[in-house]
């Protein structure tokens, strides 16, 4: 079976991991693959390990999620050399920590805001037309965003990251709506906390904390059901229903001590 997938945020973390998944479930030179972010190095070296292992083929496309330009032309290349994705994956995210009362971290909320949320924007749009023809013809066509269970509440020192995701998970669920008039199909996935560079610089507790490849498998096999929201870990789940039911006055209480994320360099 041909397969096309469109990933961002593909040189490190979940969205590489979910580049060796599509790559380990169909190996073979009817799959290709288009990795897309910023580090092209990272990307050439991706590229040259898939297509050598697995015999897919590969486009790089070295870009930020921000440039809406790139992005277009990137998709406009892909879809003139191999066809319309059945899947495009938004999966290009930061995240720092942050204090509002912070001037020097204004610029910081800026940028995670415009990377996590605009940079689904810029990633689905110019694929979404030719998605149409695809799925009126009977082809499968999929778009899956990576928010995350920090989108479920406001959590302190964190306040560019929890924002970000919960405006990608309310995005995605209109995105997923409109869709429905295109049988195009939308996934958010919100994980919990998975072993990545952007978990491995925090220091205090990550429950059910995951490998990377393992949450790419459970990711791979959500987005080939059509899943429309899933959690992972299950265990998160459970924890994002309870988070959403709490009332504000006990979250405060619960979450006011709770850790806060490292403050990093966000360019």
């Known amino acids: 079976m041909t397969m096309k997938v ?32 910023r580090r092209s190095g990272h990307l050439q070296a991706l590229q040259h390990t898939l297509e050598t292992s697995y015999g897919v083929k590969c486009e790089v496309y070295a870009l930020d999620v921000r440039d ?7 998709a406009q290349h892909f879809i003139q050399h191999h066809g319309t994705p059945n ?21 910081a909320f800026q940028a995670v805001m415009d990377i996590n949320v605009m940079g689904l ?9 030719a998605m149409h023809a695809a799925a009126a013809s009977g082809h499968n066509a999929q778009l899956v965003g990576i928010a995350s269970v920090a989108g479920v509440r406001g959590l ?18 209109s995105l997923r709506v409109e869709m429905l008039h295109h049988n195009i199909a939308v996934t958010t996935i919100a994980p919990g906390y998975i072993r990545t560079p952007m978990t491995n610089i925090n ?12 949450a790419a498998h459970k990711f791979v096999s959500a987005i080939e059901r059509k899943r429309r929201f899933v959690v992972i870990p299950w265990q998160m789940g459970w924890v994002a229903r309870l988070m959403r039911f709490i009332p504000p006055v006990l979250w405060d209480y619960l979450a006011k001590n709770a850790p806060h994320k490292p403050r990093i360099n966000v360019e």
């Open 121 to 129: 924007v810029n990633t689905f749009q110019p694929f979404i037309h």
């Open 68 to 74: 809406g330009d790139a992005l277009t032309a990137a």
């Open 6 to 37: 469109f990933i961002t945020g593909a040189s490190s973390g979940i969205g590489e991991a979910l580049a060796y998944e599509y790559a380990k479930r169909h190996p073979h030179q009817d799959t290709t693959i288009g990795l897309a972010a």
């Open 87 to 107: 899947v495009v994956i938004g999966s290009a995210g930061v995240s720092s920590g942050t204090l509002t009362e912070n001037a020097a971290d204004t610029d």
């Open 203 to 214: 220091t205090y507790k990550m429950p059910f904390l995951m490998d990377v490849d393992i």
């Open 156 to 173: 302190p020192g964190a306040g560019a990251y929890s924002a970000s995701k919960a405006a990608a998970i309310a995005y995605l669920e």
